[in-house]
Antibody, heavy 124, light 108 residues
Framework: QITLKESGPTLVKPTQTLTLTCTFS??????????VGWIRQPPGKALEWLAL???????RYSPSLKSRLTITKDTSKNQVVLTMTNMDPVDTATYYC????????????????WGQGTLVTVSS | SYELTQPPSVSVSPGQTARITCSAD??????AYWYQQKPGQAPVLVIY???ERPSGIPERFSGSSSGTTVTLTISGVQAEDEADYYC???????????FGGGTKLTVL
């Protein structure tokens, strides 16, 4: 059974760096083909993909946010960490991590298991 | 930036068929995926690789593709299908993940 859970601060101040942790079970990020992604959703708005990390440490970032994002993995802890720098009120959103499914190298990436999400508010 | 275009809203009566479209230039080259999201809940995958249905998803959910448009079809819509639906795909190179703007399905 695959489960994922996001954790991190619920409130950050503008210009601060956000660090979110995704702790998962039921799969290993050392297994070929496995990946974990981050997706966010501002209140009342659409889903937005942020980043993706694969078992081989290949990393992909949203072009519009690439300069602010870093995704890393700790295979021994079954965790994936996302950092986002220079937070702004427009970054207020529910942040989800999700298990990536698909065919590596072919552009086939989709998310078959999601965490419950964590709401992050950016405010002074 | 690459975008997937969905209608903001679709309304149908119970028992009717709902069709939600998603359009983008790279869809002939890239698969599409569909997610259902109910208020306060995480998205749920309902269709993958254009037309495949994950286990546990009712048969009334189906997907199709034609050129630059993919379509999620819900046959015999039920009240519980009222939700936001998002398409997802990749850019033409297959490097990046992209979500559509979402479609709110209202069951009248």
């Amino acid at each position: 059974q695959i489960t994922l859970k996001e954790s991190g601060p619920t409130l950050v101040k503008p210009t601060q760096t956000l660090t979110l942790t995704c702790t998962f079970s039921g799969f290993s990020l050392s297994t070929s083909g496995v990946g974990v992604g981050w997706i966010r959703q501002p209140p009342g708005k659409a889903l937005e993909w942020l980043a993706l990390i694969y078992w081989d440490d290949d990393k992909r970032y949203s072009p519009s946010l690439k300069s602010r994002l870093t995704i890393t993995k700790d295979t021994s802890k079954n965790q994936v960490v996302l950092t986002m720098t220079n937070m702004d009120p427009v970054d207020t959103a529910t942040y989800y991590c999700a298990h990536r499914q698909g065919d590596y190298g072919s552009g086939v990436n989709y998310f078959d298991y999601w965490g419950q999400g964590t709401l992050v508010t950016v405010s002074s | 930036s690459y975008e997937l275009t969905q209608p903001p809203s679709v309304s149908v009566s119970p028992g009717q068929t709902a069709r939600i479209t998603c359009s983008a230039d790279a869809l002939p080259k890239q698969y599409a995926y569909w997610y259902q999201q109910k208020p306060g809940q995480a998205p749920v995958l309902v269709i993958y690789k254009d037309s495949e249905r994950p286990s546990g998803i009712p048969e009334r959910f189906s997907g199709s593709s034609s050129g630059t448009t993919v379509t999620l079809t819900i046959s015999g819509v039920q009240a519980e299908d009222e939700a936001d639906y998002y398409c997802q795909s990749a850019d033409s190179s297959g490097t990046f993940v992209v979500f559509g703007g979402g479609t709110k399905l209202t069951v009248l």
